[in-house]
């Protein structure tokens, strides 16, 4: 049976990237195995995919009993299909905080670091076979770690992963600042996207006491498209926050070139947010925060009401 | 603050040896840290100890919140401290299945790897650093490599396991089959523990369907000294049971030399879970299961009632 690999919801570049990956270097051991998505590739992955010529992987909803497959980028059920608990997990690679939930039958493969980025831990693992990648697997493992951290930006970002791009740059003779730019230029373009899709697009919910939170981030190099949608994306989070069965969506507007996040302001919830968890004193339906530009490392772990 | 590295309750070598290498290991990178045990080490563990000369680490009962920790050899909440989410957990080394339910506060470094023993897969995530091993510290990989996998018999060892063992072996001028007929002959040393210790010395609770089981293995080179106290492990299987919380113990007496188990048959429940498992039936009240020496690959995939 041919074994599946695949990442999280609503895939970003590391969720579409590193399952091509690690799918190839799989058959380059001989094991029958091939990529998934769980859902359409953001703006900035499907970029990634004609780059590099890589054929789009297949989408799925769901994972019949049974069935083998390697989880990467995520260890939460949450961000899986709901009978991933049935499938054969043969292997799990992941940067992410574990969470819990996940169970196996057997002692299986499980590797987690403290990466900006699981196409780095990736490459580590291959060893020496990770030699033989050809250039779309190098462009997907160079793209992955890009939109990571953020061309370098974002704290997550380790010596590790920034020495791996540039190795990876170089083999294939591509500047980063420019290849960086393209990419980014296509995640800006939301255009195609409504407001709730835009505030589901990068989105993880998170409970802070009772308040149930659904954390959004758009990360963008043209952040006024997005800040000029400001009114009906705060009218958005509404009937968002009800579907989605939470209490209120936090929308950051990610600044990479200017290394800033501006949280749109709806009400006082929110304001209050602002205060306790930034420090930030939001005067009208927007604040700024300096230096913030990681949810996993920056927003998460300050979020207080 | 020092990173305590610890591994499950009931310490056998492999959970009392392998936070020893792995301490050394943090201490030879600069890290400040120690070894600790959550509870007596077994008597084949307290051999090792001593052949090699290793202080037996403190046993501790809890750990405080925030205090920064490595756990090896078990990923389950079950056989760690009540308070073991509060703790800083650092990393996750071990060879069992996932079963859910720790949870990290951030992205850590967690590597599970489907290996006869824990300190096999620490002796490969040191990489250069372990031709650094002392005496003490090699005769422990050592030590835990061959009672993981009963000297090469169990079905888990993996070519890697016996490898590293053989080159340790080597490195320390020891001979593997006396080594071993050492350390058994310590394991089987079971005349100081009432029946009630033995059958939870080695043990792990396990379900099925509405059944729960406390699954006890004893691995022996003397199983007539085991089965010569049948009728009183018998008796006590119902206080223990009942004092544990579960409805049968099952005892496994595991013949290393034979490579068979003797499964001790106190009533009707069991001699259908010999049935059903092992479609072995029982005339008396022991049945013997030949081949069957490991309680992960044999025992608990086939349990049924």
Redesign the interface.
């Known amino acids: 049976m041919t074994t599946l690999v695949f990442g999280h919801k609503s895939p970003d570049t590391d969720s579409t990237g590193s399952p091509i990956i690690w799918a190839w270097y799989l058959q380059s051991q001989g094991i029958d195995a091939a990529p998934r998505l769980l859902g359409e590739p953001n703006t900035e992955a499907a970029f990634v995919l004609e780059r590099w010529n890589l054929d789009k992987p297949e989408i799925i909803e769901d994972v019949a009993a049974d069935t083998p497959v390697v989880i990467v980028d995520t260890n939460n059920p949450a961000e899986l299909p709901g009978s991933i608990n049935d499938a054969d ?1 043969r292997a ?1 690679i ?21 990466l900006a980025c699981t196409a780095t831990i990736m490459v580590d693992l291959m060893g020496d076979a990770a030699a033989d990648m050809p250039e779309g697997i190098k462009g997907a493992a160079l793209s992955c770690i890009l939109s990571d951290t953020l061309e370098f930006r974002s704290p997550t970002t380790t010596d590790h992963d920034r020495a791996l791009a540039e190795k990876l740059a170089g083999d294939l003779g591509v500047s980063i600042p420019d290849y960086a730019t393209e990419m980014f230029a296509a995640k800006s373009d939301v255009s195609a996207f409504s407001d709730a899709e835009l505030l589901r697009m990068d989105s993880k919910e998170y409970p802070v006491g009772d308040t149930k939170f659904r954390v959004s981030v758009l990360e963008t190099t043209s952040p006024g498209t997005v800040l000029a949608r400001k009114d009906s994306l705060m009218e958005s989070m509404k009937t968002v926050a009800a579907e989605d069965g939470v209490d209120q969506v936090l929308l950051f507007v990610i600044d990479i070139l200017n290394e800033e996040a501006t949280l749109l302001v709806p009400n006082e919830l929110v304001k209050s947010v602002a205060k306790a968890s930034f420090g930030a004193d939001a005067a009208g339906d927007t604040v700024v925060l300096p230096g913030v530009m990681s949810r ?1 490392k920056q927003i998460i ?1 300050n979020l207080a009401v």
């Not at 992941?94 to 403290?114: C, F, N």
């Open positions: 997990i799990i992941d940067h992410h905080k574990l969470v819990g939930g996940l169970e196996t039958k057997g002692p299986i493969d499980i590797t987690v670091r403290p996993k772990p």
